[in-house]
């Protein structure tokens, strides 16, 4: 196989809690993942300094969130991004937001805000993305493509998506799609938005790799579907996303997908799955390299 096929393999979540934190050093150390996102909101986002003394190669990326936890801003300042509580809306934010009941000069206020956070820690973000892939609205995502702008941040996660079915050919994502228009629907939408993101001169991986979950053994959580995948990437630059996690109270208390996370990590730290990257032609980057 040729050397041109290269994967980006980020974590989300760092900086959410602190067995996400420990979860994610696991993986970094193992080799796998080579990229972080990272959660400004939230207490543990003070350990990413670690991050760029131990990885200095790994690529860190802001994870843009309106949707849980408390603002990094005044609360008195973003009034409509929060509930009656002063934390963010959760799932009540879509809503608020395709309603018009979020103001977006709010949304660049807390988004710039978050940036900060990260610089603050001397960290000069090489991506962004967001939360629950949210940052994808209307209205969101062009506040979040003007504030990476002017924070300097060149990268961005594609959401130019590649379902993968466990193998090379593309049948069972056709299925997939054929079952799931309104999956379709998004992916398309997201396409063009991409296509803008790209024309505004932000740099991201070729395509998103999506695995089918209904398809077994293309879980995350499932080594199967990492070795497969490393077997049968395309070529160019692909991108995926995983959240190895160690459950705690406070990933209980914000999230839904929890025990799959600690799955994850087993997979992710294990360091003989890098060597079957290695095995297959693959090579595995940050979003330096992009």
């Given amino acids: 196989m040729s050397a041109t ?12 809690t602190d067995g996400n934190n420990r979860a994610i050093f696991d993986s970094l150390k193992a080799g796998v993942v080579r990229s972080i ?37 005044d609360p008195a300042s973003v009034p409509s991004l929060l509930g009656p509580d002063g934390r963010f809306r959760d799932r009540g934010f879509v809503r608020a937001l395709l309603t018009g009941r979020v103001r977006l000069a709010e949304v660049r206020r807390e ?38 702008r002017g924070a300097g941040i060149p990268r961005m996660r594609t959401n130019r998506h590649l379902l993968f079915g466990g193998g090379a050919s593309p049948g ?59 077997r049968f990437l395309p070529s160019g630059t692909s991108e995926i996303y995983c959240h190895p996690g160690y459950p ?15 799955a994850e990590a087993r997979v992710l730290s294990d360091p003989t799955l890098a060597e079957v990257a290695v095995r297959e032609g693959v090579e595995l980057i940050s979003f330096h390299e992009v």
């Fill in 248 to 262: 705690d109270d406070t990933l209980r208390a914000y999230a839904r997908y929890i025990e799959e996370r600690e």
């Fill in 172 to 230: 069972a994502a056709i299925l997939h799609y054929l079952h799931h228009p309104d999956r379709l629907a998004r992916h398309l939408v997201a396409a063009v938005w991409m296509r803008r993101a790209r024309r505004a001169g932000f740099r991201m991986a070729d395509r998103m790799i999506t695995p089918i979950a209904t398809v077994p053994g293309t879980r995350k959580t499932d080594r199967a579907m990492w070795e497969a995948l490393f």
């Fill in 5 to 16: 096929r290269r994967l980006i393999v980020n974590a989300d979540g760092f900086g959410f």
């Fill in 111 to 148: 988004l710039e805000a978050q940036v900060e956070v990260l610089k603050r820690l001397g960290v000069r973000p090489t991506h962004w993305d967001g939360h629950n892939n949210e940052h994808l609205l209307p209205g969101y995502f062009e506040v979040a493509m003007a504030v990476a």
């Fill in 37 to 73: 996102s990272v959660n400004a909101n939230f207490p543990a986002v003070e350990e990413v300094a670690r991050v760029t003394r131990e990885f200095p190669r790994v690529s860190v990326g802001v994870h843009f969130n309106l949707a849980v936890g408390r603002p990094v801003s």
